[in-house]
């Protein structure tokens, strides 16, 4: 027969009523403990229930008599976070939206700092931390609002799974979770591995492992036409802000180490730039 147990102010089970008995007979669980089973009107001290009195007994007394048990329905059992379904494709697409946004303003901060583009995209540590900023201010935003541009216009939100908004902590440590785990601080190779085995767990799973981890679920509302309107430009050009400054010197670097590559992207140059660039 399943059991719920209350212990320390924390619900739990169903539990079979073996490992109930093998958990009072172990200490764990003591007569005064509140349980209940079906058949039960209500919550009652494990040493009152008869399925579980003869574990109370001292020897040579008599039996407890057996509580009685009545027609009532079952009192309400402890209720569970309501669960909701991954949304791979939103949250996919949400997530490098913030990206893709993050990293268009960060490479014209770069151009308008007067920094060398091209030693920029050589610098090994400075791509590999550029990430780091936007995952500090994502925290910020998910403990302030429960969103980010990119979920906020995909109708995503972030709770825990008591309903509750995420504390400041939580939601750096959710951020930084994501940022190895989920992209692989978005270098290459190891951010589609990362994506790859993101996606693969959380359809077994039902949940990321960083929401998992923290206690979090996501709240999704229905996908808003308005939201749509903006949010499609808004990737197109924020994937322009980052192209604009970063494609000629990686066009460059490419036709460095690929004559015959530069010659084709001359004859037929990218459909999203202008071609206004001096050859």
């Given amino acids: 027969m399943d059991v719920w147990i209350i212990k320390n102010g924390e619900k739990s089970g ?3 009523d073996f490992e109930v008995r093998s958990r009072i007979r172990a200490g764990v669980l003591t007569g005064e403990s509140p349980a209940w089973h ?3 009107p209500d919550w009652r001290p494990l040493a009152e229930i008869p399925l579980f009195a003869r574990e109370f007994e001292i020897p040579g007394e008599p039996p407890a008599p057996a509580a009685e ?3 009532e329905p079952p009192p309400p059992l402890p209720r569970q976070p309501p669960s909701s379904p991954p949304h791979l ?5 949400a997530r490098w939206f913030d990206l893709y946004l993050y990293s268009g303003f960060w490479w014209l901060g770069m151009w308008a700092a007067g920094r060398d583009i091209g030693a920029v995209l050589e610098n090994v540590w400075l791509i590999l931390l550029q990430y780091l900023p936007w995952f500090a201010l994502e925290a910020f935003l ?3 609002f429960g969103t980010t541009p990119g979920k906020w216009l995909l109708g995503i939100h972030v709770r825990n799974d008591d309903g509750s908004p995420l504390a400041l902590g939580a939601a750096t440590r959710r951020s930084m979770r994501v940022l190895f785990l989920g992209i692989g601080l978005g270098w290459g190779i190891l ?3 990362c ?3 993101a996606f693969f767990t959380t359809r077994r799973l039902g949940k990321p492992l960083w929401d998992m981890a923290g206690g979090h679920r996501l709240e999704s509302a229905p996908l808003h036409p308005a939201k749509i309107a903006v949010y499609v430009p808004g990737l197109f050009i924020a994937l322009q802000m980052q192209m604009i400054v970063v494609w000629p010197h990686i066009e460059k670097q490419m036709g460095e180490a690929f004559p015959a590559l530069r010659e084709q992207i001359e004859k037929n140059p990218p459909w999203y730039l202008p071609d206004n660039r001096s050859r």
């Fill in 14 to 16: 169903p539990l079979p």
């Fill in 38 to 40: 079906e058949g039960l």
């Fill in 69 to 71: 048990t009545a027609s």
């Fill in 89 to 93: 494709i939103r949250r996919f697409w």
């Fill in 142 to 144: 998910l403990h302030r």
């Fill in 191 to 193: 951010a589609l591995l």
């Fill in 195 to 197: 994506q790859l085995m």
